[in-house]
C-alpha cells in the first residue's frame, strides 16, 4: 500500500502488459488522469515495453512482471496481462500489498479465483479492482439508477445485444463465452443486484461470412436468484460495427440504452445518419476514462479510508468466472448449466 505520502505526489502506476488495452491505459493515464503516472510499464515482448517507456517522462520497462510488482518505486498496479497470468500476479500484489486494477478476467478458473478473494479476505482490506468498465458508462450508471429509484417498479427481464465487427482469428466459440459475455454478466450482477444461477447456450445456424469452426451468433439465456430471465444475442463478426444495447422490461415499463445515437445527420438529399462505432474503444472510451480516474482517487484516499477500490470487487471478478465456467459446459452440451459458486457470507470480508 502506498505508505509515502501522496497528497503532494502523483500514485506511480505500473502498467502490466501493453497491448491493445494495456497501451490504451497508459495514454490515458499520461494525458487525461489526474494524480498519477506511468512509472513502470512491462510486456512479455521486452523491446515493445522498453520502447513505450522510452516515450514517457521518468517511466521504466521492467521486464519481470514481479519484479515490476514489488518495486518500491511503484505505488499501484494495472493488470493488462494474458489472464492466465493474472493468478500470480495478483497473489504477488496482494503480497506486496500493492491496490491493483485487474482487466477481466480476474483468473481463469474458479479455484483460482476464489482462492484470490480468499487471500484479499485474509488482509482485511479490499485492493484488487476488476476492469468492467461498462459500470462507469453514463448510460448503464442512468438504466441502474433508474432501476434502483423504483420508477419503474421491478425488474423481470433483461435483453441484450452484444454485436462485434469483427474477431482476431484466434477467436474461438469459447471465448465469444469468457471475453464477451463475461460483460453481459457483470451487467445483470450490476443492474440486478442478483446472482446468475444458471446459463443455457443456444447455437443458431452460424453465419456462413464467420471463420469456420466458429459458433456465431450464439443467444444465452441466464436466469439469476430471483427468477429474472436475461437473453444475450453474442454475434461476433457482423462485419458492420460495435454495437452494445441493453433493453430492460419491468413491471411498470421499459428502458434502453446503447442506441448509439449520438449526432443525427442529415446530409446528401434523401439521406440521414450518424457515425458508426467501430469498437468498444471509442463506445466505452469514457467509461475507461471515469473507471480509471476513481479507481486512482480511491487508491489516493486509501491510507485514510483504509479500502483501495471503487467499482467491481475480487467477489464480481470470482462470480463473473464462475458463471462463464457454467456458459462454456452449456456451450458443449446446450443444456442449462447450474452456476457453482460458495455462499459469500462464507468468507469474512469478500
Ligand atoms: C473484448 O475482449 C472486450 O472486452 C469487448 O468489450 C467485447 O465486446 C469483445 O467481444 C471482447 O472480445
Redo the contacts with the bound molecule.
Keep these: 500500500m502506498p505508505d509515502h505520502n501522496l497528497s503532494d505526489q502523483d500514485l506511480r502506476v505500473a502498467v502490466l502488459g501493453v497491448g491493445l ?1 494495456g497501451a490504451d491505459h497508459v495514454a490515458r493515464i499520461g494525458s487525461r488522469i489526474s494524480g498519477a503516472r506511468v512509472a513502470v510499464v512491462n510486456d512479455y515482448v521486452t523491446e515493445k515495453a522498453e520502447q513505450l517507456a522510452a516515450t514517457i517522462p521518468g517511466c521504466r520497462a521492467i521486464a519481470d512482471p514481479l519484479e515490476a510488482i514489488a518495486d518500491p518505486a511503484v505505488d499501484a498496479v494495472v493488470l493488462a496481462t494474458p489472464g492466465p497470468t493474472h493468478e500470480k500476479q495478483l497473489l504477488a500484489c496482494l503480497e506486496h500489498r500493492k491496490p491493483v486494477l485487474c482487466e ?1 478476467p480476474l483468473t481463469t478458473d474458479i479455484d483460482t479465483s476464489l482462492e484470490v478473494v480468499r487471500r484479499e479476505a485474509e488482509l482485511g482490506t479490499r485492493l484488487i479492482q476488476v476492469g468492467f ?1 461498462r459500470r462507469f458508462d453514463d448510460e448503464y450508471a442512468h438504466l441502474k439508477a433508474l432501476i434502483d429509484g423504483g420508477e419503474l417498479g421491478a425488474p423481470l427481464l433483461l435483453h441484450c445485444v ?1 454485436r ?1 465487427p469483427a ?1 482476431p482469428d484466434h ?1 474461438d466459440s469459447v ?2 463465452v469468457r ?2 459475455l ?2 453481459e454478466v457483470d451487467v445483470t450482477r450490476f443492474l440486478l443486484d442478483d446472482e446468475i444461477t444458471s446459463v443455457q447456450i443456444v447455437k443458431p445456424q452460424p453465419n456462413s461470412l464467420a471463420r469456420e469452426g466458429l459458433f456465431d451468433p450464439q443467444i444465452a439465456i441466464l436466469e439469476t436468484a430471483g427468477g429474472r430471465h436475461v437473453d444475450v444475442e ?1 454475434f ?1 463478426t457482423t462485419g458492420v460495427a ?1 454495437e ?1 444495447r441493453t433493453e430492460l422490461v419491468a413491471e411498470k415499463g421499459s428502458a434502453m440504452i446503447g442506441l448509439d445515437v449520438g449526432l443525427v445527420r442529415k446530409g446528401a438529399p434523401g439521406v440521414w445518419g450518424g457515425t458508426i462505432t467501430p ?2 474503444k471509442e463506445r ?1 472510451g469514457r467509461a475507461y476514462d471515469t473507471e480509471i480516474q476513481r479507481w486512482v482517487d480511491a487508491v489516493r484516499r486509501g491510507a485514510e479510508t483504509g479500502n483501495y477500490v471503487d467499482g467491481p470487487t475480487a467477489w464480481d471478478g470470482y462470480a463473473a468466472t464462475a458463471v462463464c465456467e457454467a456458459g462454456v459446459q452449456a456451450l458443449q452440451s446446450g443444456q442449462p448449466v447450474a452456476v457453482t459458486m460458495v455462499d459469500r457470507a462464507s468468507i469474512p470480508g469478500a
Design positions: 488495452m477481466k468498465m452484444h462485434n474477431v477467436f471465448m465469444t471475453d464477451s463475461v460483460h453474442l461476433v460495435y452494445v469498437s468498444f466505452f
